[in-house]
């Protein structure tokens, strides 16, 4: 099912669960499970429901995760195998991630 022309997409954490979550029209979609640790945010599973696949809203719901993330100036550990994909793509996150993972996601080397 494709988000008609016009749905609101809203992504927004959700910390009581340890999640962001992506809605579609207020309808859950997708979420990004994280464990918090002081200065830092690690994440450890992505998942959007099968029919909302291959529409871009993991994306979508990892780049708000990790631009909350900068705004609260957290460290990124992506142990979650889609949003270290997503880092991979998008290098202008790559300034987040911790030291010990950066060097695995950087495409410079």
Do not use: N
């Amino acid at each position: 099912m494709e988000p008609e022309q016009g749905a609101q997409v809203l992504v927004r954490d959700v910390p009581d669960q340890s999640r962001f979550e992506i809605t579609v029209d207020g309808k859950l979609v997708g979420f990004s499970e994280y464990h918090s640790r002081p200065g830092r945010i690690v994440f450890t599973h992505t998942e959007v429901s099968e029919e909302y696949q291959g529409q871009g809203l993991a994306g979508k719901l990892i780049r708000g995760a990790l631009d909350t993330s900068r705004r609260r100036q957290l460290t990124v550990t992506p142990l979650c195998p889609y949003v270290a994909a997503f880092i991979r793509r998008h290098q202008d996150y790559l300034d987040l991630v911790d030291e010990v993972h950066r060097g695995q996601l950087s495409t410079s080397e």
